[in-house]
């Protein structure tokens, strides 16, 4: 059985974008990169709402992506990828798997197969409603030494209060502070 987790970029005041899917606020450097490397390559499966996918998709696969970092480019581009998507969508990055309904189950099916690791990453949206239907595994917060004063909320529209359980912190040395928990 694989897992699912979340790993998101979260400011102090508790936004994961700012207006306008903003993320220039992102605190990355070399250490950052490394760390995630190495989350990438212990990943079976990119797991995207649509929004996501397309930020993920015009960015990534371009040379501007390439220029960014390289192996995060390449990793991300040749890992499977799961888009769900309220509507019918033909995915410009492969290799791409869509799902338009029955979400839950998909999901559920998906995280029934051996393999690595399920990662989503960003997609807020799919995340609230993956949490609610107990479907997350483990959540990785990389908290950065910055507010920025508005933007998204980290869990924007969690109907209830969901307990998790802290299992382990480490600090990078630009300030970010990755949290883990589990449900």
């Known amino acids: 059985m694989r897992r699912i987790y979340l790993f998101m970029m979260v400011s102090l005041d508790g936004y994961f974008e700012g207006d306008d899917h903003d993320l220039s606020w992102h605190n990355v450097d070399r250490e950052f990169n490394d760390f995630a490397h190495e989350q990438l390559h212990d990943s079976g499966t990119l797991l995207f709402g649509k ?3 397309d930020l993920m998709a015009g960015f990534w696969p371009t040379p501007q992506g390439q220029a960014v970092d390289k192996e995060t480019a390449a990793t991300m581009s040749a890992l499977p990828k799961v888009v769900v998507s309220s509507r019918p969508l033909k995915p410009s990055w492969q290799p791409t798997k869509v799902i338009t309904a029955n979400v839950h189950d998909e999901i559920a099916k998906l995280k029934s197969e051996s393999g690595k690791s399920i990662a989503i990453l960003g997609s807020n ?35 209830k209060p969901v307990k998790l359980n802290f299992i382990g912190s480490r600090v990078f040395k630009d300030g970010n502070a990755l949290n883990q928990y589990t449900k």
Do not use: H, W
Not at 136 to 153: C, H, Q, S, W
């Open 51 to 53: 929004r996501t996918y």
């Open 125 to 159: 949206a799919l995340c609230v409603s993956l949490m609610e239907a107990a479907l997350v595994d483990e959540f990785r917060l990389m908290v950065n030494p910055v507010a920025i004063g508005k933007g998204t909320a980290l869990f924007a529209g969690l109907a």
